[in-house]
């Protein structure tokens, strides 16, 4: 059916799915059977390592579905979690078959209600929530530290500073 085709997965998505498939009395059989297999050939990695152009959890992908053009949406966990037409959650084959794909690559789910097994597609990784948390960090420690402006204990001579004569009249001036 898929060939032992290797997913990639956070660990967190890997414990999602887990949880999924002790829950699936409420699936689709071709959502079981998907799910079955994406936990049998996942690789397993922390989100700080997982590639850029995988899709994980609350990714935004463009994908296409055999012939017809191309769609975006984000991959959700639960169906109501975000807006209608613009989220793909867990619970549908599209939404869970594109959960670690990696670009460019593609799975050909089961027969759907025509009957005819449908080609999915990840075209892009538009948006990837682990890889704008490591920009975020990134950005936050490589910003430009402090410079010093002035060092007192850096002068050379401190009478190199003050003119020949004694005109300062010191403490005792006041």
């Not at 936990?39 to 994980?56: K, P, Q, S, Y």
């Not at 037409?85 to 990696?102: E, F, H, I, K, Y």
């Not at 850096?154 to 300062?168: F, I, K, L, T, V």
Request: glycine share 6%; charged share 25%; with cysteine.
């Amino acid at each position: 059916m898929w060939k032992n085709q290797e997913c990639t997965l956070t660990s967190k998505d890997f414990a999602i799915l887990e949880t999924m498939y002790d829950r699936r009395l409420a699936l689709p059989d071709c959502v079981c059977q998907l799910l079955r297999h994406k936990l049998d050939n996942a690789r397993v990695v922390f989100g700080e390592d997982v590639a850029d152009n995988i899709v994980t959890l609350n990714s935004r992908v463009r994908y296409r579905v055999g012939e017809l053009s191309a769609q975006t949406a984000i991959i959700t966990q639960d169906p109501m979690a975000g807006i209608i037409g613009q989220s793909l959650p867990l619970t549908t084959a599209r939404g869970l078959a594109l959960l670690g794909l990696v670009e460019s690559d593609g799975l050909t789910l089961p027969k759907q209600e025509n009957g005819i097994p449908e080609r999915i597609l990840l075209e892009e990784v538009l948006f990837q929530p682990e890889a704008a948390r490591r920009q975020r960090f990134k950005q936050q420690h490589t910003r430009r530290g402090l410079h010093l402006a002035y060092d007192a204990g850096s002068e050379r001579d401190p009478q190199a500073y003050s003119d020949s004569g004694d005109n300062d009249p010191g403490p005792s001036a006041a």
